[in-house]
Structure formats: C-alpha cells, structure tokens
C-alpha cells in the first residue's frame, strides 16, 4: 500500500505538489520506520532549550523531571546541511510515452527532495534550468522556504536545449556551503562532458547526485511500425525509424550511454542513478538518504 | 488450358485485399515528438528499404497466394493429347451365338470359323476371349494371349436349346471391361434374331471403352415350322382316350400343308394334317390317345424340310393311374349328398377321386389314412375314436370337408374342427324365405373357377362360432357359410349347410360342380401341374422335411445331372436340353418332366440393320472391327496441382508473417 503511494501514476492523480511531496516523503518515512534495515538516523546528538513552538514530542521529560527544565532532544541527522536541487528542464524533458511525462517525474522527484531536506531542516535550494539558468531560489531554512521550493519547482516549465556546460558556470556561484547537489536531467548529452561539467562541484566538498530521469520508451523502445521520430529539442530534425532498429541498434547505443555515464560519474566521485519514470520514486530517495547519511 | 467453372475467376478481385494492404495504404508516418535523435542513425532509412522489400515478399506470397484459390475454384484443365492409332492393352472378345436358332443350316459352324479367323489375325501377345452365349453367357476361356487354347475353346462350344438374350450379352460385356479396365472390341457372331433384342434397348448399352463389331450370319428370315404349342392332360385316372391339341406355327413361311404326327412313348397314335396359312397358325386335335398306366412320353411332330428342325417336334408327358380313393361319411338313410356330390364330380370330368360311402356306424375299423380327403356329411354321432383318427389324420396332412344339417344342430361343436354351433339359423314365413351368400373370397382355391353364389338359396344354415378360422364365405347376415380350420399340416372346410337340396338348393346351381371339383381337388392336393415346361426352367427337388435325402435327375441323353454332393444338397435343378427329365424324389415319388425350347427361337427373322447400328453406337469407336482409334483429346485436371502450390504458399506466408508478428507483438 505504501508502495501505491510512491507509484508515479498514482501521484500524476494528485493536485498540488505539496501533497505530492508530503505524500511521497510520508509514504517513504514510513516506510523506513517499519524496515529493519533502513531508518533515520536516531542516534543522539545534542540537547537544545526548548523554545515556544518547539515539537513537544521531543522533550526529554525525563531531564524535565530532574531539573524542571525542558530541553529537546536533538539527534545526529537533525544536523543542519545544504542541499541544493538542479531542475533541468529542457525541451526533451517534456517527453512522456505514458501519463507521467519526464518532467512531472522530475518534479515529483524534486519536490519530494526539498520536503524531506526542509523536515530534516536542511537548507534546501532549487536551481531550475536547460541551455542557462532559468530560476533560481537560494537555499534557506527560513520559515516559508519550503513553500517557495514548491511553488518554483511547480512554475518549472519546459524550456529548450540542453545544454548543461552553460548554467553549470553559474552553479559555482551559488554554492556557498558543503552540502549535497542533485542533478535531476536527462542528461542527452556526452557523458564526459557531463562529468566534466560537474565534477568541479564535487570539488568544493559537496556531494552530487544524478538522477537519470529517463522514459521507459527511451529505454526500450517499441514500435509496432516504422515511426516518423520529431526531436523535442530541434523540431526540425525528423527520422523515420524502423521497429527492429528500435528493437536492436537504439538499445544498444542507449545503454551504452547509460553505462557510459554511470561509470565515469562514480569514477569521478558522483554518485549515479538511473530513473525509469515508470517506477516508483522511493529508490531515488533511498539513494539520497544514505548519500546524506554519508557526509553526515 | 480451359475452366471447366470459368465463373470462379471473378473472385480474382480478391487480390485488391494485399494490394491495398501493403501498397496503397501507406505505412503511418504520423511524426513522433521523441526526447532525443541523438541515438538514431541516418542508416535507419536503409533499415526502412529493407523492411519494405521484405513486406514486398510478403505482399507478392498473399497475392499469389489468393490467385491460385482463385484458379482452383475455376478448376483449371488441360488437355491431353491421347496416343492415336494403336490401343494398348486392348482385349478381343469373341461372342458365339448357340441360341437354338444356330442350329439352323451350318450356323454354328460359320459362325465358329469366323471367330477363328479373328483369332488368327490378332498379333502375338494381343489377349482375347471367347464366350458362348444364348440365354446365359458361358466363357469359354480365360482372358489369355494364347490363341491355340482360343481356338480350342471356340471349338468346344455347342448348340444350345436356350434362346437368345442380347442383353445377357451386353451385361456381360460391361462386366468384362469393368473388371480388366482395358479396352475391348467385341466380335459377335449371331444370326441376330431381333426376338433376341430386350424390350428395353438400354439394356444393350456398352462402356465407352467397347468397340462392338456385329457379323450377322442371316441376311434375311428363312421359312420356319413349329410345334408352337400342344395341350394334353398331365394325369388322367381312367382309360378314356384323351384329348390333345396341338398348334402350328409358320415363320416367314408361305401357305403350307404340314402332317402332324401324334406319338406316345415312340410309337405313332395318330396323324393328321393341317393347313398353316402364310406366317400364320393351325391347330390340330387328336382324340384317340390311350393312355397306359404309369408315366408316359408324348411328342407331336410335324415333317421336316424347313430352316430349323430342333422345333418340329413338341414333348409333353402324360400319366395315368388309378383313381385315389375319397371317404364320404353319411347318416344312415340319406343318400342325398352323396348322389348330388358324385355327380357334381363326375360331371366336371374330374376322375382322379372314387368316393368311398359310408355310415356313421361302419365307422369303427375304418382308418382315414388310406383316403385323398374325407367328407363328413351332416354327421349327428361321430365314434370319438375315429374322431381322434380324423384329427390325427388332419394334422398329418390330410384334408377333411364337413356340412352341417339337421343332424349336425344338434352337436354342440362341430367335429374335428371343435367349433362352436350356436344353433340352426332358419327363414320363416315373415320376412325373407331365404338367404343368399354375399360375400365370397374369390382367392379361396373352392371358389376361384366360379365364385357366382347369388341365386343360390340357403333356407336353413347352421350358426358357427368362427374362432380362429378363416371364414371364405358368408350368408346375408353375416353368418358364416363356409370356413377353413388348418390343424397341423392338414385343412378342415365347415360348410354351414348341407349338399341335400333341402338345406339350400345349390346343387341345382351351375356354380355346384365346379365347388365340388375344386373342393375336390383343393382337399385331395391334386396338382395337375402343365404337360411340359421350357428350356431355362427350374424345378424345386424337395421340401424342408427331405432336407439331406438324395435326389437323381437324368437329362434327355439319360446322363446325370446332380453330382453326388448336389444330390443331397440341391434344393431345385435347372432343365437345360429339350426333351424328357426323369426325377426321382426322396419320397419315391418319380416325375418325368417334358421340357422343350422357347418357341420365340423359331422365329429366325434377323434384327433390323438399324438396331444393329444403334446398338454400336452405344459403345465408343467406330465399327471398323479392331482398327486404331483417331487422335481425340483428353481433359487433365490441374486442381490438385494447383492446390499443391497454394499449400506451399500458404506454409511460406505464415512463416514470413509469423516473423512480422514476433516483432509487432513486442511493440504492442
């Protein structure tokens, strides 16, 4: 049943991001607390004074009871991080071959990201962006912050090129503190320029992750007949393709280029993940938890 | 090459179906936004050719594919040029005719020699036949290629006293093509007597693969005599001189005066002469034939010196014994019934009987076993033990007639036949006087020479319960008259009234004697039977009770005709040869039976040309006698070559559709 929650199609049905999110984040957590082998982190760090409108759940009522003083507990993953969600919306984005396009599952993706960094009180950011940087939103732990991720990932509309060198000049500019970077783009470019554009960002002390948002008719593609293929990207560009070079040549380029850039993005330090938007979105955010829980 | 149903090739328009299926409509080509053609080369065009061509091969394999349905519902055919000239195989059939009639001047003997000559002229290797045919077809040999046992079995063949049937002898020749499934050509030598022709010319019909050569031996009917017919007494009981007539017959013949000649076991009785008109008949009687005892060899003849004398002479035979005895059972003191009973017998001629008189008291040594029937005449007291006796006697065969009177109303059941009487039925005064008899079954054997009653009075009639007996007549109302009790293997007739003119006055009728006669006969099992019977006939040897028994048949030459095993088994025998068949049954009862020709052989007039020709016809070829056929044609079939392609067609389509569908079932 949670499962059901986490299925992309289930989410397409629900209105408003925010709940997407909640959905999705809840679903998930819930999910962790019930696995013997996943979990928050619940290991004790530090007590804090209560301050008014603090979660009463976690006073330590004991300490209370000694000293007549209410501190909270504070636990290691409550730890304020950075963590800075890049949203590519370039044109090939808005491919879809079933009800949930590439960009709605990247904005699932996205906003489920910046809901369990604000829960965990990170600082979440959002750069949204194709051939440059079309909106940015800086990250902040201020009251409000979470509302803005949304309301900026929901306004992400399909842009046009990819072109993921150019913006990636500005990322370095707003990368002020350690913290986790993702990377959610279809990536339709070189792998090595791909790494190449954003290693820098590792160098900083920052860990990146890469969601590889990808369709699962880009995957494995299947047509009945030979199609007329219209790039999204550069409409002017048309082919017509037959099914059983779909079937055999396509596949093996693509995963080619899938394995291509998943080596050479963990070779150079970044993690990887490929996404079908087909499957659930729990994996992507298993990944980024133990990557956080990593450099925390 | 031909359609034998052209009109099938309109379903040609089927082909429009792969037409428009893989030519006019256009493969989709509706754009496709994809995310990227990064991956996709331009080499997928060649990909796009290669998969066009192999629809192509598709596209031509279902078109091909549909034509050939097309065209074999058309039933294509070809045809075929069929070796001219020389038959292979071809089987000469040589028929011999030895009806009667080829015993006419030397027949036979030409007809022999032509077949031989046939025989001499086909080419070493070349298998003929030889039949012999009349009534029945005889081969005479095998289907063979050795032409001397040919013509030993030409040799072999006899004249017959059968007659002629033709289309004995076409059925037997489609059986013989039926069977070797080779062509033949029949060679029939015949007078061709047109009394040989069937009613029904189909049955002269021959197989396409006969060729029929008639030689008729008579080009025209040569004057002919016979003994058409001679009428004679089978047995007779008494030494009367009896009566014989006797007719002649003239065939093509002009007026003549013929002598006849009336002989008896060899020897001359009488001799007349008769006037035979112009093609035309005179009958001739004799009066004066004295007939002894036992059994006896007739013949009429008349002189010689036409074209076939086998039918100058008639046989017939005669046999004479003494009269069997009849019991005729009265009250003492009434002597009516057997007065008007005796001379109702007498009066029809009929002397096999001599009634036997007796009362009812004389009864008591009395054993009805020695007796042809008995009669019971209006009996009051029957001793129970010659009651018993009559049972007995009935239920082994014997036949007894009872008439019920006065003293019979008595009785509560009528005797031996154990019917109940439910009293006397008399006219009185008010009312009717008399009754009539008013229903009469005509196929009852007392009746069937005059079944006229209605003048007959019955004043008085006894009330008969009939039970389970077949009631052959009954009075005005309803009352049975006359009935027949079978027990066992003998018959009890119940006349419900008396012979005495008192009763009734139906021995004053005319109707009385033959009633009498044929009561007589009917109760006594006198089977007259005819005086000859003809060539072809059959004869039953015994009846289920001498099943095993040995029976002996000597044919006119005095020869066996039963072997051994046949003389236990055989059920009846077939009289082939005209003249006198001596039978000796089981039963020690021996029978000589005349048998002569059928006169329709006598009359030699030959079938008429075109009949001749029509009946060649009938089969294919000319009548050339044994030349080559010309150059004909023969239709082939091509449909099952035609559907042997379209299964290879059909097994290539859907393999090289499968392979499409594979990939197409992926992508759904």
Known sequence: MLQRFLDPATLASISGLDLVAKTVV????????????FGFSQEFAEYRAYSEGDDLRHVDWNVFARTDRCYLKRYRGETNSQLLVMLDTSASMSYGSHEVHKMDYARFVAASLVYMGSQQRDAAGLIVFDEDVVNYVAPSTRQGQLFRLLHAIEEAKVGTKTDIAKPFIHFQNFLHRRGIAVVISDFY?????????????????????????????????????????????????????????????YRVKINAHIEALSSKARGAGLDYFLMDTARPLDEGLREYLSVRKGIL | MGFLTPWFLAGAV??????????????????????????????TQSSIKHRKLRYLVLFALRTALILLLVLAFAHPYMQQQLLPMQRSGVVTVVAIDNSLSMRASDYLAQAK??????????????????????????????????????????????????????????????SIA????????????????????????????????????????????????????????????????QRVLATIAGYNSPKSTKKVTLELNGREVESKSAEVSANGRASVEFFSMDVPYGRNQGEVRIDGGDALPADDVFYFSVERSDPRPALFVQEPGTNASLLYFKAALEASGQSAFALEPATADQLANVSPSRYSFVVLSDIGALPASFENALKEYVRGGGNVLITLGHAASGRARVPVADLPIAGASYTGGEGERFQSATSLDPSYPSIQKDNHWEDVKFYRAIRVQPLQARVVGRLGDQMPLLLDVQLGDGHVLVFSSTFDNIDNDFPLHASFVPFVEQTARYLGRLDQGPPSVQVGSFSELRDSKEKGAAVDVMDPKGERVLSLEEATKAQNVQFTMAGFYDIRRPNGRNELVAVNSDRRESDLTPATPDSLQLWQNTASGTSDGGGGSAETQKPLSLWWYVMIAVLLLALAESLLGNRHLSVDKEAA
């Open chain 1, 26 to 37: 809840d679903g998930f957590v819930a999910g962790l607390h019930r696995s013997p082998y």
């Open chain 1, 189 to 249: 470019e070189d792998p090595d320029v791909v790494v190449r554009t954003i290693e820098p960002l590792r160098y900083k002390g920052n860990e990146v992750i890469l969601f590889h948002i990808l369709d699962p008719q880009e995957i494995h593609p299947k047509f009945r007949e030979p199609v007329l293929l219209v790039d999204l990207e550069e409409p002017a560009q048309s082919l017509e393709v037959s099914p059983e070079y779909a079937k055999n040549e």
């Open chain 2, 14 to 43: 089927a082909v429009g179906l792969p037409i428009w299926l893989h030519l006019l409509r256009k493969h989709k080509t509706t754009p496709l936004p994809f995310a990227s053609l990064k991956f996709f080369e331009k080499r």
């Open chain 2, 113 to 174: 020699q032509m077949a031989k000559s046939v025989i001499s002229g086909l080419v070493p290797g070349q298998r003929g036949q030889v039949l012999a045919f009349g009534a029945r077809v005889q081969a005479m040999s095998e289907v063979t290629d050795d032409h001397s046992s040919l013509n030993a079995a030409v040799d072999s063949i006899e004249a017959s006293d059968t007659r002629t049937s033709f289309a004995e002898l076409s059925r037997s020749l489609r």
């Open chain 2, 178 to 241: 039926n069977s070797l499934h080779l062509p033949l050509t029949a060679h029939i030598y015949s007078d061709m007597q047109a009394s040989g022709m069937p009613a029904n010319f189909n049955d002269l019909r021959l197989n396409a693969d006969v060729k029929l050569a008639t030689h008729p031996l008579v080009k025209s009917a040569p004057a002919n005599f016979t003994v058409e017919n001679v009428v004679a007494p089978r047995r007779v009981y008494d030494a009367k001189k």
